[in-house]
């Protein structure tokens, strides 16, 4: 490493104001301090991380802690389609593992080279330094999206997450809303038919390479439709189901969830509210299903509550989407209310939205716009309770 830094060093002069490559200063920027730790402070606005490491190496750890979630979406799409072909009992391990693969780093690569390409154009354009959100933010789209969604549909949904969801507040650290979900609701709204329905779940359906009578349909599709699935408890908690790459396995996600807590990058307050407004919401439905007014609906309020959290993208949303830093609330009281609400909205418009049965995304994106307000009254209540306070001292003096 040392003769790497030594090189990197000698470039220097050369994209330092006055060197002939001094407009790239933000791309040499970028790469150095990937590499090595910086050596400047935190600058005054945006995301500040107050330890001994920098932004990059906090990015590094969520995506380190989304790496089993990868994993398993790589061999599950490959599982999904030779189940769908009718071909388990001939492939390997393997097989699945690479026929994945082949359909996921094509979208890790447009991601990231859409991403990261306007990330280090609009460095280059205002002349400042390179953004360092996009890493994580880059690896969660395509986890987030369906395993047949058209390259050039994700790359889109990448520039608006990008341009409209980051950009146009101020970059890294200034967003309202998290940009990965940004992503994922464009593609929702401007391609609903590569969004929804059973055949963007699985690769190769849409190709019409699927046995005749199967159906890809996701649990959560299952229930808003039927009232009812198919698939076990342990099979959803596990992963072996239809549903977007990184999203199915419960167990892959709660390992990340696991590192990001050990590692103090993840807020477990945010996790565990989230749990227990989804656990809620889910019991008030259980009490109340009898009132239902579609055999469909009674079917899907009658699940027990604690399948809600291995069901679709909810433990996926609570831990990597819920949890981030600069859209997620900021005071300590203030996360607890922050996650019990997404987790209760998520459940009640997973049953009442049968078009969009997926409710963690939109419980997610409605509180990261409200996350500034619970601050504001949690730090208002805080000061009026410090200056009552003040108030009686003064008296009894």
């Known amino acids: 490493m040392k003769a790497i830094q030594n090189f990197m060093d000698s470039l220097r002069p050369q994209f330092e104001k006055g060197g002939k490559l001094h407009k790239y200063w933000p791309a040499y920027d970028a790469f150095y301090t990937f590499l090595f730790v910086p050596g400047h402070t935190t600058p005054a606005r945006g995301a500040h991380i107050r330890d001994g490491i920098d932004l990059k190496r906090t990015m590094f750890t969520v995506i380190v802690a989304l790496i089993p979630a990868l994993l398993f979406g790589m061999y599950n799409a490959g599982y999904q389609h030779f189940k769908a072909a009718g071909m388990l009992e001939v492939v390997t391990f393997w097989d699945m593992f690479l026929y994945g693969a082949t359909k996921i780093i094509p979208m890790l690569i447009v991601s990231y080279g859409v991403g990261l390409g306007i990330e280090f154009g609009m460095a280059i354009v205002k002349g400042h330094q390179i953004n360092e959100g996009y890493l994580v933010t880059g690896m969660l789209i395509p986890l987030i999206m369906p395993i047949d969604i058209p390259l050039w549909m994700l790359a889109i949904s990448v520039v608006f997450a990008v341009v409209i969801g980051k950009e146009v507040f101020g970059g890294t650290g200034m967003n309202i809303l998290n940009p990965a979900l940004t992503a994922r609701v464009f593609a929702f709204f401007a391609y609903p038919s590569y969004m929804s329905g059973e055949k963007v779940w699985i690769g190769g359906m849409l190709k019409g390479e699927a046995v005749d009578g199967y159906s890809g349909a996701t649990a959560l599709g299952d229930l808003a439709t039927t009232g009812k699935t198919d698939f076990s408890a342990i099979d959803m908690f596990l992963g072996f189901i239809p549903g977007s790459v990184g999203e199915t396995s419960t167990l892959a996600i709660l390992i990340g969830a696991v590192i990001l ?65 600069v859209s997620a609330a900021q005071t300590e009281k203030g996360k607890w209310i922050y996650g019990f609400l997404i987790g209760f909205f998520a459940i009640m418009i997973r049953v009442f939205n049968p078009a969009y049965p997926e409710g963690i995304m939109l419980a997610i994106l409605l509180m990261n716009v409200f996350a500034p307000l619970i601050d504001h009254y949690v730090v208002e209540a805080n000061i009026k309770k410090r200056m009552k306070r003040m108030k009686l001292q003064t008296v009894k003096a």
Do not use: R
């Open 261 to 325: 807590i050990a590692t103090g990058v993840g807020s477990w307050k945010i996790m565990l509210s989230g749990v227990l407004g989804a656990l809620t919401m889910g019991l008030i439905f259980n009490a109340v299903s009898s009132a239902a007014i579609t055999p469909e609906m009674k079917g899907f309020m009658s699940i027990p509550a604690w399948q809600h959290l291995i069901m679709g993208g909810f433990a996926f949303g609570i831990v990597f989407m819920a949890t981030d830093p």
